[in-house]
């Protein structure tokens, strides 16, 4: 087996550590620890202010490709929810797997912002799903999912029920959800390289976001940014010298 890349293995343990409270974090989406001086806060978090592909981005100057199928092979359930200062995460169980351009990655979590941190040629959605996807050298692949403004999402009502209070805290699942019914059913995507929106922002993520949106109510939206305390959406950043395939 090849060697996980360290930066990207590092990058999954630090956002699994902040996702279970476990270090306190230095950066928030507001105020003097807000987005625009993530890059200051750290050494560590150069990258949030000088890399050159970071995410999220507004998704815009589209460029045509023949794009293979995004094939999702998911099993499993959510097996528990956790919350962390600025976010909320459902671990997911092991055995699912994404494919995509030819690589394997395998489900790993799934977190929510709102509103939504990717746009789509200038327009922004209440809320975004990132589902977390690792290869087994420590690459990552998320597929980003849009909801836009409708009816209730009844898999979204079983996770927010068993949201946990606190930053911190985590809960094992009671009611049963999978993470497949999560996804639209067109699964048409956008594809480009970019970074994790949290710091460190570690480069080298394969951005896939999908152009359907799932549904998602007021009062989810309205939930949701209640526990966490207010937005948590990182604004978008520079598409720089990168392409947006579709
Ligand atoms: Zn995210």
């Known amino acids: 087996m090849k060697k996980m890349l360290p ?11 902040g996702a279970a409270g476990a270090a306190e974090e230095k950066w928030s989406y507001a105020g003097e620890t807000g ?21 999220p981005v507004n998704l815009t100057g589209l460029i045509e490709a023949d794009l293979e199928p995004l094939k999702f092979d998911y099993t499993g359930l959510v097996t528990k929810l956790r919350r962390a200062n ?8 092991a055995g699912s797997f994404l494919t995509a351009g030819g690589r394997t990655y395998e489900l ?3 977190h929510f912002h709102a509103p939504s941190e990717h746009m789509i040629e200038g327009q922004q959605f209440p809320l975004e799903a990132h589902f977390v996807h690792a290869a087994a050298d420590g690459q990552l692949a998320v597929v980003a999912v849009l909801y836009n403004l409708g009816d209730e999402n009844p898999e979204l009502k079983k996770l927010w029920q068993q949201m946990p209070a606190k930053a911190g805290q985590e809960v094992g699942m009671a009611a049963q959800v999978r993470a ?12 480009l390289s970019g970074s994790l929106t949290t710091p ?15 549904a998602v109510s007021e009062e989810q939206t309205r939930q949701f940014t209640e526990l966490m305390g207010g937005p948590n959406s990182r ?12």
Do not use: M
Request: charged share 15%; hydrophobic share 45%.
């Open 7 to 17: 930066a990207l293995a590092a990058a999954l343990t630090l956002l699994a550590a």
């Open 35 to 55: 987005p625009e001086y993530w890059g200051l806060l750290d050494p560590a978090y150069a990258l949030c202010a000088q890399g050159a592909s970071q995410s």
């Open 86 to 93: 600025s976010t909320a995460q459902a671990d997911h169980s």
């Open 108 to 110: 790993k979590q799934i």
């Open 180 to 191: 497949e019914k999560l996804l639209p059913e067109n699964r048409d995507y956008y594809r």
């Open 200 to 214: 460190p922002c570690t480069e080298g993520v394969l951005w896939l976001i999908l152009k359907n949106q799932s």
């Open 235 to 246: 604004p978008a950043q520079l598409l720089k010298a990168r392409a947006v395939l579709q």
